[in-house]
């Protein structure tokens, strides 16, 4: 996608030096454009914890290069120890999301299986870039089916199709495209009128500063609400479509994503709007079967709820927003039971979300 009209991916290899992975800095935007250089597996480690970085399928890659980054650094006698340790420590970083896991772990096994090979780095960047380009041609793919849906609704209704979003699940989270944007980027290309209420996700408000920035660089219609303004949308008729992304989905269609999301979910069920997660394979998790029960919800500084940032100008600024004395609780993400789903939108089609359906979908992944 597109910033100041230049094209950008959210992570690629730098051009002057192979052991250096550049980012775009996401806790600058949109007040800042800002570069990031990693250079080691802590560095990739950091960026991720402190939302450099942010989103499922990028933090996933971002971690797979961590691994290739620690290639340059292995000084031992034991690189089979070492790659176990940096995995370990790369996966540590954030709980929640399982693409972090995954990546990391399709990079160790690739690894360790060429151990012996005098080329180590350059196949495993060449891996790297595999699975960084396989989560774009993933995204691409979630948006023409999703464009699907939101043509239908366009014939139906012959206006402005408003679309709610939650948090960014878009091309900022994901290299490219995104997955709940990527049907949004989809039908504005092809002509269809479409606008965007877009949620301010507190309390570091991805949607306000990530979502809003980067649907503004693509020409896309939107507006930013307060959080808690979606139900009156949906009472008074203003959103024909739900559509949030993913950090972990159970197999059984159970969805984790922001803080928030499960109370979107909620008011879209009460006013008849279709709610659909959008999400490449890649997040679901096939071992876990019950999300509300399972899934490990991260729990984050709680600064971040007694503070905002903001632009004042010439700087980006921390303000108080609570009595100094006061404690606040942090809870990074929620669970939207799969009852109140009304599709998973995947890059191999859309499906309900319950095991049968997905599992019909993903057929290599039932354990029977």
Known sequence: MRINSKPYHTIWLSEKNPSVVQVIDQRKL??????????????????????????????????????????????????????????????????TAVNLAYAVDVMLEFMLQNLPNSNLQKIALAKVEELKFREISFSEKIGEFGLNIIEEIYRKNKKPVNILTHCNAGWLACIDWGTATAPVYKAHHKGIPVHVWVDETR???????LT?????????????????????????????????????????????????????????KDNGVPFY???????????????????????????????????????????????????????GFDVTPARLVTGLITERGICKANKESILKLFPEKNRK
């Open 30 to 95: 949109p007040f800042v454009f800002e570069i990031l250089d990693l250079k080691t597996p802590e560095d990739c480690f950091h960026a991720i914890r402190n939302m450099a970085v942010r989103g499922a399928p990028l933090i996933g890659v971002t971690a797979a290069y961590g691994m290739y980054l620690a290639l340059f650094e292995f000084r031992g006698d034991n690189l089979k120890n070492y790659l176990h340790e940096k995995a370990d420590f790369l996966k540590s970083s954030r709980p």
């Open 203 to 209: 309390p570091r408000n991805q949607g306000a500063r």
């Open 212 to 268: 809003a920035f980067e649907l503004g660089q693509e020409g896309v219609p939107h507006t930013v609400i307060a959080d808690n303004t979606g139900g009156h949308l949906m009472q008074h008729g203003m959103v024909d479509l739900v559509i949030v992304g993913s950090d972990r989905t159970t197999f059984t269609g159970d969805v984790a994503n922001k803080i928030g999301t499960y109370l979107k979910a909620l008011a879209a």
């Open 277 to 331: 997660v959008a999400l490449p394979s890649s997040t679901f998790d096939w071992q876990m079967e019950d999300g509300i029960v399972e899934i490990p919800i991260e729990e984050r500084d709680a600064s971040e709820v007694a503070q905002m940032e903001g632009w004042d100008g010439n700087a980006i600024q921390q303000v108080r927003l609570i009595p100094e004395n006061s404690p606040a609780a942090n809870y």
